[in-house]
């Protein structure tokens, strides 16, 4: 089976790349199932309905989150409603709006979908690594095809939960960070895995905002307003081969694309 993961997609220009680029990938890749990290999918901020119905009409099959879950209002009122959307697992135990795993069934084939939470240089939420322990314990021994999305920002904290995973978890994909890391390969229990798969949306701003603001707050230290850049996008994802009878990741290739590489196609 094949697994389509997209990387953070921020605000409309985002939104844009990804309606632009899924029938290409769908046809060239044939994915079973689809995907997406939709954090930033709003403005930068957090995911509303009308935007979770659009990912699941365009062929998302699912939906992870991360920090920015909570920043529409609008989540609290249909997150526990769509069982496609899931959000960091590892909140305090009984924080009830939302769900951290979830099953996507698809084509005729069924990924487990997680999502954790990192906590260097992120709040200060539960243990992630105790919390997968967890979540992956009714499932040991059933070869089931899991893919973990850690959210979380120090590489050193993503690659810990690789090793910790690996030859539990089928796939596990960084992501948070925007930038898609070079390090995609297939650990030795059989997890495919990737410090961060990258954003997409706007390729000249700084991970996707306005950049003029941002280098307001760098070099002033005052309160600046990030808004989501404009202009052209660059696309991030990954695809990964999972084998069915084992739940073990065969193969994990990065894609990168530009608009501009889309126009000229
Ligand atoms: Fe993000
Ligand atoms: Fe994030």
Request: net charge neutral; with cysteine; proline share 5%.
């Amino acid at each position: 089976m094949k697994v389509l993961f997209i990387g953070d997609i921020v605000g409309a220009v985002g939104r844009k790349a990804v309606k632009q680029m899924l029938p290409s990938l769908t046809s060239r890749y044939k994915p079973s199932i689809i995907i997406a990290n939709g954090e930033n999918a709003a403005a930068g901020r957090g995911i509303n309905r009308q935007i979770a119905k659009e990912f699941f009409e365009w062929g998302i099959h699912g939906v992870t989150m991360g920090n920015h879950t909570w920043d529409q209002k609008e989540i609290f009122d249909f997150i526990d409603d769509e069982p496609r959307l899931v959000r960091p697992a590892n909140f305090p135990e009984g924080t009830t709006p939302g769900r951290g795993w979830t099953t996507i069934k698809a084509n005729g084939k069924e990924l487990i979908i997680m999502n954790l939470q990192g906590r260097t240089f992120l709040p200060p939420i539960d243990c992630p690594f105790e919390k997968v322990d967890a979540l992956l314990a009714p499932f040991k021994g059933k070869n089931k095809a899991i893919l973990v999305d850690f959210h979380a920002e120090a590489t050193s904290e993503k690659i810990a939960m690789g090793w910790h995973l690996d030859g539990r978890a089928s796939v596990v994909v960084g992501t948070h960070t925007h930038v898609q890391s070079h390090d995609e390969r297939i650990l030795p229990g059989g997890t495919a895995y990737v410090t961060d798969v990258g954003m997409v949306g706007p390729r000249d701003g700084i991970l996707g905002m306005e950049r003029e603001a941002v280098l307001r707050k760098f070099r002033t230290q005052l309160p600046v307003r990030f808004v989501v850049d404009e202009g052209t996008w660059h696309f991030h994802a990954v695809i990964v081969e999972i084998d069915e009878a084992t739940g073990k990741a065969t193969r994990i290739d990065l894609i990168r694309k530009y608009e501009e590489d889309l126009l000229l196609e």
